[in-house]
């Protein structure tokens, strides 16, 4: 496998091009050329600092070392789906950490110790990027579906209610607002899935054939790659909510109010009074 | 059946209901009579336990109820709310909703029983078939509280079951649950004609 380098100088030339898109947002007075300027500045700095520390790491290619860095996007990943969920930080982390820490095992042991076979499992140039692709889907997904799980669930809380009242179990009456969040992080997962190589090579597959890798063996590497995304957000989100469920319910199956983060719980606590005013109207 | 006692709900801090008793036997058909906002939803909710009262006890089958009692509560009672505002397509989804849990799965009922329940409630079983879009307020209420006799539970909780009814249909309604004897029954409800066929009118405003 031969790759065809870039040279520095070439690759400023590449940099030249720029000039197209910062004249025209210039000419039309987007005020946006500072931003385009800063933005490939932190691109670049960015991205040569994770080459950077990618080359010292495959180059120890040490297992608690790359252990420790799929660790270390796990934290970050948890931290990144409660903050952008706006849940609480405290309930909420063992049930996010663990959903991805389960997911990437099972993943990882699967598609590299299974599927791919690599001679050494804990081989940076797999387990990193395989890993960190699951992660980062995974935590997307999670978002998704966490936003709206638990919107709905206040939003409908009525709906929960007369499950309840009629004689669903806890489980039985969360049932609709996992299929709905199911429903909207997969749907857009899917019609990807369904038109990927048709509209666009996907990301993978152009990394690898760029790279000097045939298109046959691209390809399998694509596949396998949806399919442990696939299979990885599908774990980690009904894991999330299932462990979370333990959680923010009372001894009476009734949603805790604190389940959502601080600064938005005010909110949340303002439409329980507003509803509330609403039923004691009757 | 129901025995309340001392009953005070509260929502942050300012009382609501205070110091509500009423018993309710087994067959009795009782309602809470109370103008717009004054709590009789709550008391319901509470009985249901999703709003805590902050005194007093609830004992429901001779269950006080608690958190280790509240399954058992909820296993035996019917609830219709007072609006279904719903995410459901069809008629038969909301009709026949409550039967998906495995609670109800027994009582499923057949084809024949819930043609004679829709006819006894003045509708056309073919309403089954159509979009709950294309229902009025009083034939949506109608198919809950027909979906809620259906479940064949010992006590039914009713928030507000004629608000959406003109005066024939309010009739049957009446007619269908205050003649049931087996039934236990509890209702919010602000209707006169309503109040005048319960066994026991509690008005809630005397407990402010």
């Given at each position: ?5 870039i ?20 000419w039309?007075q ?14 670049t ?23 420790a860095w ?13 903050q ?21 095992v ?27 692709m ?25 709906m ?17 607002y996992?299929?709905?969040a199911l ?75 604190d389940?959502?983060?601080v ?20 | 059946m129901?025995e309340?006692?001392d ?7 300012k ?16 309602t ?67 039967f ?27 309403i ?17 509280l ?10 039914l ?12 249909t ?17 209702s ?13 009118v509690?008005d809630?405003?005397?407990y402010?």
């Amino acid at each position: 496998m031969e790759t065809h380098d870039i040279s520095w100088m070439n690759l400023f030339l590449g940099y030249l091009m720029l000039i197209i898109p910062v004249s025209i947002l210039y000419w039309f007075q987007t005020g946006l050329v500072k931003q385009v300027i800063i933005s490939v500045l932190r691109m670049t700095v960015q991205l040569f600092f994770v080459g950077l520390y990618l080359e010292l790491i495959f180059n120890l290619n040490n297992m608690w070392i790359n252990m420790a860095w799929v660790v270390i996007m796990i934290f970050i990943a948890t931290f990144v789906t409660i903050q952008r969920s706006e849940l609480n930080r405290k309930t909420f982390f063992i049930p996010v950490i663990l959903s991805l820490l389960i997911s990437i095992v099972i993943i990882d042991a699967y598609f590299i110790g299974l599927v791919v076979r690599t001679e050494y499992f804990f081989d940076a140039r797999f387990f990193i990027p395989i890993s960190g692709m699951v992660i980062g889907n995974c935590m997307e997904r999670n978002i998704i579906a966490l936003n709206t799980y638990y919107r709905s669930i206040t939003r409908e809380s009525l709906m929960y209610k007369y499950y309840l009242a009629n004689g669903a179990t806890r489980q039985e009456a969360l049932q609709p607002y996992i299929k709905e969040a199911l429903k909207a992080s997969f749907n857009p997962l899917l019609a990807n899935m369904a038109v990927i190589g048709l509209i666009a090579l996907p990301g993978v597959m152009t990394g690898q054939i760029l790279g000097g890798s045939s298109p046959n063996v691209a390809i399998k590497y694509q596949i396998m790659l949806l399919m442990s995304i696939f299979i990885g957000t599908m774990i980690t989100i009904i894991f999330t909510i299932l462990l979370g469920n333990r959680y923010i319910f009372d001894n009476m199956d009734n949603l805790k109010p604190d389940f959502k983060r601080v600064e938005k719980r005010k909110k949340y606590d303002n439409n329980v009074k507003r509803t509330q005013i609403k039923a004691t109207k009757k | 059946m129901i025995e309340v006692k001392d009953l005070e709900i509260s929502y942050s801090g300012k009382s609501i209901i205070n110091g509500l008793t009423f018993h309710v036997p087994e067959g009795y058909k009782a309602t809470l009579k109370g103008r717009s906002g004054s709590g009789k939803s709550s008391v319901l909710m509470s009985l249901l336990g999703f709003v805590k009262p902050a005194n007093g006890i609830i004992k429901i089958n001779g269950y006080i109820l608690n958190d280790s009692t509240i399954r058992k509560i909820r296993s035996i009672t019917a609830w219709v709310p007072q609006e279904l505002g719903f995410n459901l397509e069809y008629t038969h989804e909301l009709l026949l909703l409550p039967f998906s849990f495995r609670l109800n799965k027994s009582s499923y009922p057949t084809q024949v029983e819930i043609n004679n329940a829709l006819t006894d409630f003045g509708l056309n079983p073919d309403i089954l078939e159509k979009s709950l879009k294309e229902l009025s307020g009083g034939e949506k209420q109608r198919i809950s509280l027909c979906s809620a006799l259906l479940q064949k539970k010992p006590l039914l909780f009713l928030d507000e079951p004629t608000s959406a009814l003109d005066a024939k249909t309010k009739s049957i309604v009446t007619e269908i649950f205050l003649q049931n004897k087996n039934l236990t029954l509890l209702s919010a409800s602000h209707d006169d004609m309503w109040a005048k066929y319960n066994d026991l009118v509690i008005d809630i405003t005397k407990y402010h």
